[in-house]
């Protein structure tokens, strides 16, 4: 599953805030985004990520793909 991050600038100190969303959902794969801002309110990354949705809560029955 590919994952894009976007580093817009170095962060060496303080607190950051990450504010995510899901961009398209469908019944197995989901296309998810996340913003990453400084304590200025500034951009500081940027990632994009596709996820596969598994079913179920018992992980015996989910099949392992490697």
Same mark, same amino acid.
């Given at each position: 599953?590919? %994952?894009?991050? =976007?580093?817009? @600038?170095?962060?060496?100190?303080?607190?950051?805030?990450?504010?995510?969303? +899901?961009? !398209?959902?469908?019944?197995?794969?989901?296309?998810?985004? %996340?913003?990453? =801002?400084?304590? @200025?309110?500034?951009?500081?990354?940027?990632a994009t990520s596709t996820c596969m +949705?598994? !079913?179920?809560?018992?992980?015996?029955?989910?099949?392992?793909?490697?």
């Amino acid at each position: 599953m590919p %994952c894009l991050n =976007y580093f817009l @600038k170095p962060i060496w100190e303080g607190k950051l805030r990450a504010e995510g969303k +899901i961009i !398209k959902k469908g019944g197995s794969m989901g296309l998810v985004e %996340c913003h990453i =801002y400084d304590k @200025k309110g500034s951009l500081v990354a940027h990632a994009t990520s596709t996820c596969m +949705i598994l !079913k179920g809560n018992d992980e015996s029955k989910r099949t392992k793909l490697y």
